[in-house]
């Protein structure tokens, strides 16, 4: 991307990002003897019927770089009791790889993000239904539980929301960013925005999109993670910018820009392009928070984005004190 980010465009990672991911994730299955039909083979509970899911029709599919998403209805299962309902609505992530793709290599971004979200179980985490797996006939999607109010970006520009409704999707996030990091082992995010954030029939916020996530291991008082870099420009920490993998700081630095994204409805750095966004990110040359009407309203969340947006790391809150 070189200009400044349209109306209607949605930032998301490079091709040769997520293509990173990807080869990771492979090596580290090999290393550790693990082939992704293997872990798939592990969650058969999670195994859906192709068959089962029905498309929307008039519903276009969401495109990102390696994925598309788009709108269904899943049939019960044939052992499902008379008193379930007919048909739920759910989202159907669907991972694109060549003809050409050898099997392990095309199965293994479903196998880390499924094996990832199983067993997860929070208000404000996505609810993973199941996968369907046909790799030969190209078939790799994962099934989630629908969520009808969109993006909190497209919610946040849906109306003329109040500022103490706002916030309350700020610590919807919080809260689910929170149980990811207490998990143990603790759960990177990686790709944490307002595009990867639903919003419920509740008007709750929900994270979502974990194709960029891994588990994290203390080592020696630090963290290391398994998979490689994807994140997406205008929401990193300038320490990835320099080359430093996503942990679970890189996820507080976004936490702020939600805030900043739930408040103004504004993207990060919109008005400027990919060159101007790094340069501005590496110097710590971040918007004037006081300068925003809205935001200089909520001095503590003025305070809390500003201790998210520190430079030094360590400097950066938990998200339990978020």
Not at 127 to 149: H, P
Not at 201 to 226: K, L
Not at 270 to 286: H, M, P, Q, S, Y
Not at 305 to 311: A, F, G, S, T
């Amino acid at each position: 991307m070189s200009g400044s980010i349209n109306e209607n465009e949605e930032p998301s990672l490079s091709t040769s990002a997520q293509e990173a991911v990807i080869d990771e994730v492979e090596d580290a299955m090999k290393r550790l003897r693990i082939s992704p039909r293997k872990v798939l083979g592990s969650l058969s509970h999670l195994r859906i019927d192709r068959a089962r899911i029905k498309p929307l029709e008039g519903q276009a599919p969401k495109a990102g770089g390696k994925a598309e998403v788009e709108a269904a209805l899943l049939a019960p299962a044939q052992s499902s009791s008379p008193s379930e309902p007919n048909d739920e609505y759910v989202a159907v992530k669907k991972l694109r790889f060549d003809e050409d793709t050898d099997d392990d290599r095309a199965l293994a971004p479903l196998a880390h993000e499924v094996g990832l979200l199983n067993g997860l179980s929070h208000e404000n985490v996505v609810r993973l239904v199941g996968f369907v797996e046909e790799v030969k006939e190209g078939v790799a999607w994962m099934v989630f539980a629908w969520e009808k109010n969109g993006n909190l970006r497209e919610f946040i520009r849906s109306a003329k929301w109040e500022l103490p409704e706002r916030t309350s999707l700020i610590d919807d996030v919080a809260m689910g960013l929170s149980y990811l990091h207490g998990r143990d082992p603790p759960i990177c995010h990686g790709d944490l925005k307002s595009l990867n954030i639903l919003i419920n029939s509740q008007n709750r916020g929900v994270i979502t999109d974990f194709g960029s996530a891994r588990t994290v291991v203390a080592r020696s008082g630090d963290f290391i993670t398994m998979t490689g870099p994807a994140w997406t420009m205008r929401w990193a920490a300038p320490e990835l910018l320099e080359g430093d993998l996503p942990g679970l700081a890189s996820d507080i630095w976004a936490l702020g820009w939600i805030c900043w994204e739930a408040v103004t409805g504004s993207f990060p750095f919109d008005k400027e392009n990919d060159f101007a966004v790094a340069l501005r990110i590496t110097k710590g040359d971040l918007p004037a928070i006081e300068n925003d009407y809205q935001l200089k309203q909520i001095k503590a969340l003025c305070s809390l984005m500003r201790d998210c947006w520190k430079l030094n790391t360590s400097e950066r809150p938990t998200a339990l004190k978020c």
